[in-house]
């Protein structure tokens, strides 16, 4: 049993082996574009989780949604959603959610002595609350009161 050899033509070969490499060329290149492609919807991805759960945080009342982000389990996440992680990290941290837990009390409030205000409070107050309140926020700021 004799077997036959094939040869064939030397441009023949070399166009095949072009062909070949130009294939792994491409290849390679839209292999490189899956993987750049996967890690933004990664990125954006993580960017929405995040985004989920600050809004979820701001509307469970929490006190610092940025903090809450942070300490929030990711593998509840992928087990339970970002509602139920959050629910979770709520019941195991209460202090976390606003309420009469953790809030300061002002004594001054209610028997005649003037309101302390907070930074929060005097960074979100209208124009015109400013206005109406400026002598004793500047008071207050001068004593230290407002940090």
Not at 83 to 92: C, E, F, I, W
Not at 104 to 130: C, K, L, W
Request: net charge negative.
């Amino acid at each position: 049993m004799t077997e036959e050899t094939k040869t064939f033509d030397e441009n023949y070969v070399k166009d095949l082996r072009n062909e070949a490499a130009s294939y792994r060329v491409k290849l390679r290149d839209t292999e490189e574009s899956l993987n750049k492609l996967k890690e933004e919807w990664e990125q954006e991805r993580a960017q929405a989780t995040e985004k989920e759960i600050l809004y979820a945080a701001k509307a469970a009342g929490v006190v610092d949604p940025q903090t809450v982000m942070k300490l929030v389990d990711k593998e509840a996440i992928a087990e339970h959603g970002v509602d139920g992680a959050l629910s979770q990290l709520l019941q195991d941290k209460p202090f976390l959610k606003g309420g009469s837990v953790g809030k300061a009390s002002n004594p001054a409030d209610g028997n005649g002595q003037p309101h302390i205000f907070s930074r929060d409070e005097v960074d979100t107050m209208s124009q015109e609350d400013i206005k109406k309140n400026w002598d004793a926020i500047q008071e207050q700021m001068s004593k230290g009161l407002i940090k």
